[in-house]
């Protein structure tokens, strides 16, 4: 496609459900990254990768957060067990080398009930 | 540490006229990139404009130049002759120079809300 590709647009999960995101970044794009953005504030990293490797997963906030890139493409975000503080836009951008601008998708609004 | 800093919550401007909004950051590198990013409330973040720290000349993209201040570390956005679809969040942010170890973390501004009145 023409660009980064975020699924669903919305999602709505009851406390305690495990949620899925999915990034389709563009295609060649070797490197691909993950941000969550509160209202009102800028994104916050939570991880990256560079093709199928996972080289940074630092800013995932509890182990209740999980990403993966199995082919180095398509990318999912998994949030088990949500929590309010979950609720938020998960942001996902790719980029052609690591010196590369970002290329953003239009995000995932999570609202945990 | 490497901050960034946007001292100006929400802006407005007239159409057609110009706006100029302002960002400094703090690092010890003396590689780095600067980035203006526009959110929209589609909430897509998109590149505005991108300016390497050794280059002296200020980049330019159409309607939006940025006034880069190494040594002050400032590097403020310019938009010229605003349109209505610029209206926006405009985050201001900063990376450094991609070595082993580092994974291009970029460090943002809180953001500044762009108002532009008819």
């Known amino acids: 496609g023409a660009g980064v590709s975020q699924s669903p647009r919305y999602k709505v999960a009851k406390r305690g459900q495990d949620v899925a995101l999915r990034c389709d970044p563009i295609s060649g794009h070797v490197s691909l990254f993950w941000y969550q953005q509160a209202l009102g504030q800028g994104p916050e990293f939570l991880t990256y990768f560079q093709n199928e490797a996972q080289l940074d997963k630092s800013g995932l906030p509890s182990d209740r957060f999980f990403a993966e890139r199995p082919e180095g493409s398509v990318s999912t975000l998994k949030i088990q067990r949500t929590q309010q503080e979950d609720s938020a836009v998960y942001l996902c951008?790719?980029?052609?080398?690591?010196?590369?601008?970002?290329?953003f998708g239009n995000g995932t609004r999570l609202t945990v009930t | 540490a490497q901050t960034v800093t946007q001292s100006q919550p929400e802006m407005s401007v007239q159409e057609a006229e110009t706006v100029t909004l302002s960002c400094t950051y703090d690092?010890?590198?003396?590689?780095?990139?600067l980035f203006w990013y526009k959110q929209p409330p589609s909430r897509q973040m998109i590149l505005v404009i991108r300016?390497?720290?050794?280059k002296q000349q200020n980049a330019t993209e159409n309607r939006f130049s940025v006034n880069f201040q190494k040594a002050a570390k400032s590097f403020s956005l310019k938009i010229s002759d605003s349109q209505l679809g610029d209206a926006a969040m405009y985050f201001c942010a900063y990376i450094p120079p991609f070595n082993a170890g580092n994974n291009r973390k970029l460090i943002w501004g809180l953001g500044t809300s762009l108002a532009v009145n008819p």
């Open positions: 951008a790719s980029a052609v080398t690591t010196n590369s601008p970002l290329h």
């Open positions: 690092t010890s590198e003396s590689d780095y990139y």
């Open positions: 300016q390497e720290a050794y």
